[in-house]
């Protein structure tokens, strides 16, 4: 049940990042000043914000272990 759940939630879950990578890609390729093309500006934002939910997944895992 609850894997059903979740695999009706993936798509959502890249889409929503894709639409916040429309927010990031840009600030990378201007910060990069020209030296980056825009496919690298784009799997940049995308690894960047992979990282980063990461990081928010293992905080909350050590932190709260009585969940998992």
Same mark, same amino acid.
């Given at each position: 049940m609850r894997l059903s759940r979740f695999k009706y939630q993936l798509p959502i879950i890249i889409f929503l990042v894709m639409c916040l990578n429309l927010l990031i890609a840009p600030v990378v390729y201007a910060n990069s000043g020209g030296? +980056?093309?825009? &496919?690298? %500006?784009? %799997?940049?934002?995308?690894?960047?914000?992979?990282?980063?939910?990461?990081? &928010?997944? +293992?905080?909350i895992v050590i932190f709260q272990p009585e969940r998992f």
């Open positions: 030296s +980056l093309d825009k &496919v690298s %500006a784009w %799997a940049i934002g995308i690894l960047g914000f992979t990282t980063l939910m990461l990081v &928010v997944y +293992l905080f």
